[in-house]
């Protein structure tokens, strides 16, 4: 083979040096780069943290909300039934004669042969007490007398017409 086509040897090149003038050298940071890193993983995880905490929250917010509504619900389908629940069939709610004082299962509770309901919402006498007026007659034996069972005085009518015009003037 003639020596024109036998390969010739190459040899690398020598790395060759160049020197740039300091403007153009970079300086090192004064954080290294770990620190940096491990601040970056740190924000990352900080940041997604409060996210899945954020919206974790949101979700419990919602269910606890939904909770709280369907307790306030029983509650008050509770206090309307009690309120207008009666156990005696007086026309008193047993809340009524709760607040009163009365007995929830008796109609008539002072028996004075008036109602509960009678004593308390067309009469106003004491419920409780037998004789309101203290006159010695019972609360349902001047009313069916015709007398008045909230007032001491002989011979004072329930109704006495020129009584309530005199009031009325």
Same mark, same amino acid.
């Given at each position: 083979?003639?020596?024109?086509?036998?390969?010739?040897?190459?040899?690398?090149?020598?790395?060759?040096?160049?020197?740039?003038?300091?403007?153009? %050298?970079?300086?090192?940071?004064? %954080?290294? !780069?770990?620190?940096?890193?491990?601040?970056?993983?740190?924000?990352?995880?900080?940041?997604?943290?409060?996210?899945?905490?954020?919206?974790?929250?949101?979700?419990?917010? !919602?269910?606890?909300?939904?909770?709280?509504?369907?307790?306030?619900?029983?509650?008050? &389908?509770? %206090?309307?039934?009690?309120?207008?629940?009666?156990?005696?069939?007086?026309?008193?709610?047993?809340? #009524?004669?709760? &607040?009163?004082?009365?007995?929830?299962?008796?109609? $008539?509770?002072?028996?004075?042969?008036?109602?509960?309901?009678?004593?308390?919402?067309?009469?106003?006498?004491?419920?409780?007490? =037998? $004789?309101?007026?203290?006159?010695?007659?019972?609360?349902?034996?001047?009313?069916?007398?015709?007398?008045? =069972?909230?007032?001491?005085?002989?011979?004072? !009518?329930?109704?006495?017409?020129?009584?309530?015009? #005199?009031?009325?003037?």
């Amino acid at each position: 083979m003639p020596e024109e086509l036998k390969p010739k040897e190459i040899k690398p090149a020598e790395p060759v040096k160049i020197a740039l003038p300091k403007e153009f %050298i970079r300086k090192k940071s004064g %954080i290294p !780069k770990l620190l940096a890193y491990a601040l970056i993983i740190l924000f990352v995880f900080f940041g997604l943290s409060f996210l899945f905490a954020y919206f974790g929250i949101l979700k419990l917010g !919602k269910k606890q909300l939904l909770v709280n509504q369907q307790i306030t619900q029983e509650r008050q &389908t509770r %206090i309307e039934a009690s309120s207008v629940f009666d156990s005696d069939g007086d026309g008193l709610t047993d809340e #009524e004669e709760k &607040t009163l004082g009365t007995n929830v299962n008796l109609v $008539d509770s002072d028996q004075d042969d008036l109602f509960d309901y009678e004593e308390v919402k067309v009469y106003q006498t004491d419920p409780l007490n =037998p $004789d309101t007026d203290n006159d010695g007659y019972s609360d349902g034996n001047e009313v069916k007398a015709g007398y008045n =069972p909230k007032d001491p005085t002989k011979g004072a !009518k329930l109704l006495d017409l020129l009584k309530e015009i #005199e009031k009325s003037k």
